[in-house]
T-cell receptor
């Protein structure tokens, strides 16, 4: 039982490059989330989804896009990366249960 | 909108001493409240959750938290710290139990 799997684990981008972070869960959860974690700021919600085909904005959605084409996957895209997007990104999912978190993706934008 | 404030970004305790982590919330209605723990290079794990069933909530690893509406607080305690308790702890609040807002976190170090 893998739980929540995030790929990649690490990535370095140059300013202006694009990339997609993948989150996959095998627990048949309806809700999925993308958070970013920055020192001294806790976790801030970027986007979330309450089911397949749905997405909604969180606290800090600017510069990010998401898609939930399949129930088990939640993709986070950066179209034009900026240094301010250097962070650790966490995906989480839940059904009738507490949040299950992945182990994070450490992204550096130079 | 709901939010949480964690008092103290770093707490250092001796092994065997009391651990006390402070969390205050703001919410217009009774919220759901949570404590999560994060070990290095890992995601967050749920320690405990308050859902209005009981004001004193017991969690994993010997932690507990007490909901005090009059003080809008949800402080986390453990009577006797262990070296394995060294981690970062996050308080979180939710109105509808599906979208959480997290505090800034408190890093706990345990001295031998």
């Amino acid at each position: 039982n893998a739980g929540v799997t995030q790929t990649p684990k690490f990535r370095v981008l140059k300013t202006g490059q694009s990339m997609t972070l993948l989150c996959a869960q095998d627990m048949n959860h309806e809700y999925m989330y993308w958070y970013r974690q920055d020192p001294g700021m806790g976790l801030r919600l970027i986007h979330y989804s309450v089911g397949e085909g749905t997405t909604a904005k969180g606290e800090v959605p600017d510069g990010y896009n998401v898609s939930r084409l399949k129930k088990q996957n939640f993709l986070l895209g950066l179209e034009s990366a900026a240094p301010s997007q250097t962070s650790v990104y966490f995906c989480a999912s839940r059904g009738n249960s507490p949040l299950h978190f992945g182990n994070g993706t450490r992204l550096t934008v130079t | 909108a709901q939010s949480v404030t964690q008092l103290g970004s770093h707490v250092s305790v001796s092994e065997g001493a009391l651990v006390l982590l402070r969390c205050n919330y703001s919410s217009s209605v009774p919220p759901y409240l949570f404590w999560y723990v994060q070990y290095p290079n890992q995601g967050l794990q749920l320690l405990l959750k308050y859902t209005s069933a009981a004001t004193l909530v017991k969690g994993i690893n010997g932690f507990e938290a007490e909901f005090k509406k009059s003080e809008t607080s949800f402080h986390l305690t453990k009577p006797s710290a262990h070296m394995s308790d060294a981690a970062e702890y996050f308080c979180a609040v939710s109105l509808y139990d599906y979208k959480l807002s997290f505090g800034a976190g408190t890093t706990v170090t345990v001295r031998a």
